[in-house]
């Protein structure tokens, strides 16, 4: 074995494993190769095992083989790389080879063929030869990704949990998965080659037709047809069932194709079903719930007008005239009617919200504020309170609602002051799709476990001598925002002061209240700090 090459090879040399018995015509070739302009690594071997075992201890990326050598041939080079199952150009270089048999061993599978005394050709040969390895790898390597996308993408349609169908222009079904196996209780056996009506109940089948028929005619375009749409199908056993099909149209190889890939949506129609019945149920309640609050807070009124009336008759008419404990005994009736009174005042403002409000249109929050603190006048003076504001919007909801949340907000926090006179301060501003209100106070505060709570019917954290009220006026303040679609909140802690928030939208409502029964802001004058 001879190593013709300076250098033991490098990246980038073309490494040539040269079948040749004579020394001279071995570097006659290697200066062929140089002067054709390659680098190049050539080991010259002569017999069959050591060319197999440089093939596998370095393989070349070309054989040059003479045809006959005293012990093997060049052909037997071949068998061995097709032993091997390697793919590598093998160029016959030799003195002898005639015409016929040089198309006799390309026939055999050698790559070319160059003779001794035309060495010359040589490089050209080679050049081509391994431009045409590259070639066939290149195309080897595309049709091997091709392969596996098409692999992958057969799983991946054949475990869809979609139902997936395609169908050529006759309505044929030329692809069915698994998941339209189980869907329509069909092997895809069965299914190939039948029509798309097979699958679509009776009734529904002219109508289909004639949309095939039109679609035919006019050439409907993708973007017609790429849409979802909820169908009636036909499974194998004649069951109907909803489905949410779309449909896509491909041109594959000159064929149009359509595939349709589909959801069966019986449990969700059925959901949305059970969801609409349960809403409607909870919406009736709720109304009845309403209804009887009003009903029995408004029908209330009247005989406890009369009990605190005689209760207040009674005192007046028989204090000092009957025993002491009788004295006592009216004084607690009469304070718990006037109390009930309140009470029922409170509720029926809460029932009203939402039931028979002046129709929402745009409120200045800023002539809103001003009417409030008109009418907190006095709290304010005798606080020592400070109301602040930013600039407010218009925003659209009931007027009086309104006028009423500020009014129990600011209410509350001249109500809940702490030591210093109250600095309280309104501000708005536009958070995108609504407007973010706070109302926020340097008073007592309210502990995290109860923020919460206190939005609740007649939930208070302190009793009535400490502080007045009957804890409606948040209850009223969440039932006015959320009916408007905001939401309420509370940041606080207690000693630092609360950050009262809510949310209004800044588009207008798209249905229209009536206006039957405005609500007066006298509704909630059972707190005496508002
Ligand atoms: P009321 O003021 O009649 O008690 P509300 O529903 O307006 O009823 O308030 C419920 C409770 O929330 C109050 O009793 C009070 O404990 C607490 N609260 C409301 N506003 C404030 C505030 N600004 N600072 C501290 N606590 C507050």
Known sequence: MTDTSDLAPQPGQL????????????????????????????????AEAEFERELRSHPPNLVLADYNL???????????LRREGLDIPLILVSGTLGDVKAVECIKRGATDYVLKDGLAR????????????????????????????????????????????????????????????????????????????????????????????????????????????????????????????????????????????????TERELAEKTLAAKMDQLARSNADLEQFAYVASHDLQEPLRMVAAYTQLLAERYRGKLDENADKYIGYACEGALRMQTLVQDLLAFSRVGRNGAACRGVDCEAALKEVLLHLGPAIHESGAVVTHSTLPTVWANPSHMTQVFQNLIGNAIKFRGKEPPAISVQAENAGEHWLFSVSDNGIGIAPEHVGNIFVVFQRLHTRTEYPGNGIGLAICKKIIEHRSGRIWVESQPGHGSIFKFTLPCEAPAEKEVSAEPMSMAATASNPGR
């Open 15 to 46: 490494r040539v494993l040269h079948v040749e018995d004579n020394e001279l015509d071995a570097e006659l070739v290697a200066q062929a190769l140089r002067r054709g302009g390659f680098s190049t690594a050539v080991v010259v071997v002569q």
């Open 70 to 80: 005293p012990q093997w041939t060049g052909m037997g080079a071949l068998d061995v």
């Open 122 to 265: 040589l490089p050209e040969t080679i050049r081509r030869a391994l431009q045409e390895k590259g070639l066939r790898e290149r195309q080897e390597r595309s049709d091997a990704a091709l392969r596996e996308s098409q692999a992958q993408l057969a799983a991946l349609i054949h475990s869809a949990l979609d139902a997936i169908l395609t169908m050529d222009e006759k309505q044929s079904i030329v692809m069915f998965n698994g998941a339209a196996e189980k869907m329509f209780g069909c092997s895809e056996a069965e299914a190939l080659g039948q029509p798309i009506e097979r699958f679509i109940p009776q009734r529904f089948r002219a109508a289909h037709s004639a949309h095939v028929r039109r679609f035919g005619e006019t050439g409907i375009t993708n973007r017609a047809i790429n849409k979802l749409g909820t169908l009636r199908a036909l499974r194998a056993d004649g069951q109907e069932f909803p489905m949410e099909a779309s449909i896509s149209r491909t041109q594959v190889g000159g064929r149009t194709l359509f595939t349709v890939i589909l959801r069966d949506i």
